[in-house]
């Protein structure tokens, strides 16, 4: 059984996400992917997303995680096994199948 | 003697009549009342799921004119009203179609399914692509996306609440089968029915 790491975007890094590329802001999705993100997933953890108190979680930023991480040489279906989302807000309902949905278009394209 | 069985069975003729003219005429006021109020409900909830569909699809024309203003100007050039603009319509679209789409289990259909999907495709395209990029290029292809989407959810909610509206004036004529046989029980009863 793999270590189980929860990691909050709104506490552990921003709750105004926002951007793709580091250099489009201080908390963009690159920055959160290599930086938060794949550190745990390298170390072998299975990742808890807490995406509640975010004001939302651009596309943009979405698709540079997930999609990013299908072009780093992650498979959509060990991603979907290492990574569970949590929220409770039904505001930010759509994200989790949003997400899955940028990984399985750059599967598609990689 | 024989006076006090006559008055005995007075008041038993009397009893009986009341009994069958009074039970019925009771029975149907208090389910006239209960129906009226119903129906009533109905109409009200009727009429606001119509108004929420109404804004609803406004909202979603709004952002997608925002969103196009703001991915038909250069990254470099965007301001941040613009930006305001598309982060407040992704924010307005994602708490309304929850609440049109999501509590109502009447409206389990085709077109919701559709719905969901078409919605998760104008959050994709509002703030996909090169959103909060510092540079690059216009995407035209990126705002062809974002107009289909933005078209196609009002299209699909369109079609809900078409499908909604079909399916409550099929309950509306169960319901009037319903009063027709109130107003008959009245007419039994020899009361006149209520008064649309």
């Known amino acids: 059984m793999a270590d189980v790491a929860t990691i909050s975007i709104a506490r552990d890094f921003s709750p105004f996400p926002a951007g793709r590329k580091r250099g489009d802001g201080p908390f963009t999705g690159e920055t959160f992917r290599e930086d938060v993100l794949r550190p745990k997933l390298a170390g072998g953890q299975h990742v808890i997303l807490d995406i509640d108190g975010v004001e939302g979680l651009p596309s943009s930023f979405l698709e540079e995680v997930f999609g990013g991480l299908i072009r780093l040489g992650w498979t959509t279906d060990n991603l979907k096994n290492a990574v569970e989302f949590r929220h409770t807000d039904p505001d930010l309902e759509v994200y989790p199948p949003l997400a899955w949905r940028f990984a399985e278009a750059a599967a598609s394209v990689h | ?196």
């Not at chain 2, 569909?53 to 965007?78: H, K, L, M, N, W």
């Not at chain 2, 995407?139 to 196609?152: M, P, S």
């Open chain 2, 1 to 196: 003697m024989a006076i006090c069985r006559g008055s005995r069975q007075r008041s038993l003729i009397l009893q009986a009549l009341l009994s069958f003219l009074v039970t019925p005429a009771l029975v149907s006021l208090i389910v006239s009342l209960w129906a009226g109020r119903v129906m009533e409900a109905r109409r009200a909830r009727r009429d606001h799921i119509t108004k929420l569909f109404e804004i609803t699809r406004e909202d979603i024309r709004r952002g997608t004119e925002v969103g196009v203003d703001y991915f038909a100007t250069r990254p470099s050039e965007r301001t941040p009203l613009q930006e305001a603009k598309v982060t407040l319509a992704d924010r307005e679209i994602r708490s309304a179609i929850p609440i049109v789409i999501g509590p109502h289990p009447e409206l389990n259909n085709r077109s919701r399914d559709e719905a969901e999907r078409r919605f998760e495709d104008l959050i994709a395209e509002l703030t996909g692509g090169n959103f909060q990029a510092s540079d690059g290029e216009v995407d035209r292809e990126q705002i062809r996306r974002l107009t289909h989407a933005g078209a196609g959810l009002r299209s699909a909610l369109a079609r809900m609440r078409d499908a909604e509206l079909r399916m409550l004036a099929s309950d509306d004529m169960a319901q009037n089968v319903w009063k027709r046989f109130l107003n008959w029980l009245d007419r039994k009863a020899g009361v006149d029915p209520p008064r649309p």
